[in-house]
């Protein structure tokens, strides 16, 4: 019985870890910059701009995870020199991978938060 529960908690312990990947469309160098001073957008921005690179985060957990995720690509986008980050989320209820904990009688699912940033530069 130990082993069964060893080998679920590794299971979620794996399920869990996150997961980056970052293309840059613009190989320019830009002068890295604070996080503070990178501008996070929900919407298009209405100012024109060119999309430097693309950040895509995902992480499984048991809670949000949007504010970390969102941390990520904005520390990402100031060390690549953006000005702005434009996110996407989306979430999803008890993961693909099937990702589980047994706490009694009740199984808690875990949530996939998924975020893309565009990393822009204003023209």
């Known amino acids: ?6 080998l679920v908690a590794l299971g979620v312990l794996f399920a869990c870890a996150p ?11 830009r002068a890295a910059k604070s996080p503070d001073q990178v501008e996070v957008y929900l919407e298009e921005p209405a100012r024109s701009y ?5 950040w895509k985060g995902e992480e499984e957990a048991f809670g949000d995870q949007v504010k970390s995720l969102r941390q990520k690509a904005v520390h990402q986008a ?7 980050v434009i996110l996407s989320v ?6 693909p991978q099937g990702s589980w904990t047994a ?6 699912f875990g949530t996939l938060t998924r975020v893309q940033a565009r990393l822009i530069a204003w023209r």
């Open 78 to 84: 100031a060390a690549l020199g953006a000005d702005a």
């Open 50 to 54: 060119a999309v430097i690179a693309v």
């Open 1 to 6: 019985m130990r082993s069964v529960l060893g």
């Open 103 to 108: 706490a009694g009688d009740v199984m808690l």
């Open 90 to 95: 989306q979430k999803q209820i008890g993961s």
């Open 19 to 29: 997961n980056f990947q970052l293309t840059r469309v613009d190989p320019s160098p």
